[in-house]
């Protein structure tokens, strides 16, 4: 199959190789892929409970976007270089857990929720971000947000226990 | 000193013989269970630090003062901590003993006691004060930042060190 190639080949790169050999590789690249999970799960998690009306009710919803979005997508960026980094050590053994397929199905419909979110209610934001309640869809999105990344954490913890150990 | 140390394991023996120690080690599902609500308040406490020592820093966060923001995150900031420290010590039961001489975790629980203090007490001040000097606010925004980053390093740390110390006494 393709993706068995794919997965063979990324293994035997040089990149792949060095992730699983090095000594301090795996552990300093996991270490900065959790630690920059405070700054990418903490401002999710303020995001969607601003639209959930639960925290920083007092700031319209537009100006968190703004304010948070860049640490937000620059921390995304470290957690996917980080990722692919941690994958590329053993793509076989990980592709083969069923909570790295379910983490990974877990991060698309979050992605898809954005979008979703970005095309429909966010389009509009100027209408009602300044009305005392959030739209019920605001907080559909907020709701689904918070069980949808949840998840990733949790289906990535799982990885760890459903590998052999080291 | 000495009497502090016997107490401490002494402490950390109760605890793997406690209820919560047992029950949860003798679970295949509890512990990974416990820990994602570690990891999901460390998250959001991680992200309101950062959101607010930035704000100490300079960083604007639309028309809110660092006062108006702490103000309204403080609730949310201490129910992260209450939820770390009860999940923390349902993780700990599990293992207390070897957690005790496990030189990460001791560095974790000291950097967690002057990281709760500073937070409780001087950080907590500079937030609430917004005629604090510049310096001033931007030096409580470092050590806050130093603090909670030396939980976090030895709470990673913790897993290498044991894996670690067993392979020694497993060769």
């Known amino acids: ?32 892929h959790v630690l920059t999970l405070t700054v990418f799960l903490g401002f999710v998690i303020l995001l969607d409970l601003r639209l959930l009306d639960l925290a920083l009710r007092r700031t319209p919803v ?7 979005n860049p640490w937000l997508f620059g921390a995304f960026a470290i957690m996917l270089l980080t990722g692919i980094s941690l994958f590329a050590g053993d793509p ?21 929720n954005v979008v979703v979110f970005n ?21 559909l999105t907020g709701a689904l947000s918070l069980v949808l990344w949840i998840s990733v954490v949790a289906c990535g913890r799982g990885i760890a226990y459903v590998l052999p150990p080291p | 000193m000495h009497a502090l140390a016997i107490w401490t394991l002494d402490f950390c023996r109760w605890c793997n013989g406690s209820f919560f120690g047992h029950t949860i080690r003798d679970s295949a599902w509890l512990f990974p269970f416990v820990e994602v609500f570690h990891l999901l308040a460390l998250g959001l406490l991680g992200g309101i630090l950062v959101m607010l020592n930035l704000s100490l820093m300079g960083v604007r966060f639309g028309h809110a003062s660092t006062r108006e923001l702490a103000r309204e995150l403080r609730p949310w900031l201490r129910g992260c901590i209450v939820v770390m ?13 070897k957690l005790y001489g496990n030189w990460a ?13 500073f937070t409780a007490t001087l950080h ?33 740390a913790i897993g290498y060190v044991t ?3 067993s392979a020694v006494a497993g060769s």
């Open chain 1, 1 to 32: 199959m393709m993706l068995d190639g794919a997965l063979v080949w990324l293994h035997d790169t040089a990149f792949g190789t060095l992730i699983r050999e090095s000594t301090w590789g795996e552990p300093v690249i996991e270490t900065i």
């Open chain 1, 62 to 68: 537009s100006m968190v976007f703004r304010q948070l």
């Open chain 1, 92 to 112: 076989v053994l990980f592709y083969g857990t069923i909570f790295f397929k379910l983490k990974m199905i877990m991060l698309l419909a979050a992605a898809l």
């Open chain 1, 119 to 139: 095309l429909t209610l966010g389009r509009r934001l100027m209408q009602w971000e300044r009305l005392p309640v959030t739209p019920a869809g605001a907080k």
């Open chain 2, 85 to 97: 420290l009860l999940s923390g010590f349902l993780l700990f039961s599990t293992e207390a003993v």
């Open chain 2, 105 to 117: 975790f001791q560095l974790k629980m000291i950097c967690l006691l002057l990281a709760l203090l």
């Open chain 2, 124 to 156: 907590r001040r500079v937030l609430d004060r917004p005629k604090t000097g510049a310096p001033v606010r931007a030096l409580t925004a470092l050590v806050s930042l130093l603090l909670w980053l030396g939980v976090g390093l030895g709470g990673r």
């Open chain 2, 163 to 165: 894996t670690a110390a």
